[in-house]
């Protein structure tokens, strides 16, 4: 069992950035790949970002492209979204999940494909 925790949000300005966090406890998560979800107010929740088990293949949204990346660090168990230059429709509740899967690249979007899911932090940008 994998337990995922997210940390780092906040109430922030237009412009501002942040670093979100995702630490995973219970199992090494070397071989799960990471995506970071969003859920804004009365909005389906939606996919922001993805990353391999090795980290070599990272893909995100096209709302958020050159603005938000995703990183993680197998060491720490740790996975991580920079989130720049935010903007009033980035505020979401931000969920990390992770899972077990072959598939990588634009699969990574597909929520089904993790099997584990943090609580969530909110992001709130003022404009």
């Known amino acids: 069992q994998v337990q995922l925790v997210e940390s780092g949000g906040g109430l922030v300005q237009s412009g501002d950035s942040l670093t979100l966090s995702c630490t995973a406890s219970?199992?090494?998560?070397?071989?799960?790949?990471m995506g970071w979800f969003r859920r804004a107010p009365g909005k389906e929740r939606e996919f922001v970002a993805g990353?391999?088990?090795?980290?070599?293949?990272?893909i995100v949204t096209d709302s958020v492209k050159g603005r938000f990346a995703i990183s993680r660090d197998n060491a720490k168990n740790t996975a991580y979204l920079q989130v720049n230059s935010l903007k009033p429709e980035d505020t979401a509740v931000y969920y990390c999940?992770?899972?077990?899967?072959?598939?990588?690249?634009?699969?990574?979007?597909?929520?089904?494909?993790?099997?584990?899911w943090g609580q969530g932090t909110q992001v709130t940008v003022s404009s």
């Open positions: 990353i391999k088990w090795s980290g070599d293949v990272t």
């Open positions: 999940a992770g899972g077990v899967s072959v598939f990588t690249g634009q699969a990574m979007a597909n929520s089904h494909m993790y099997r584990y």
């Open positions: 219970g199992r090494t998560i070397n071989n799960y790949n």
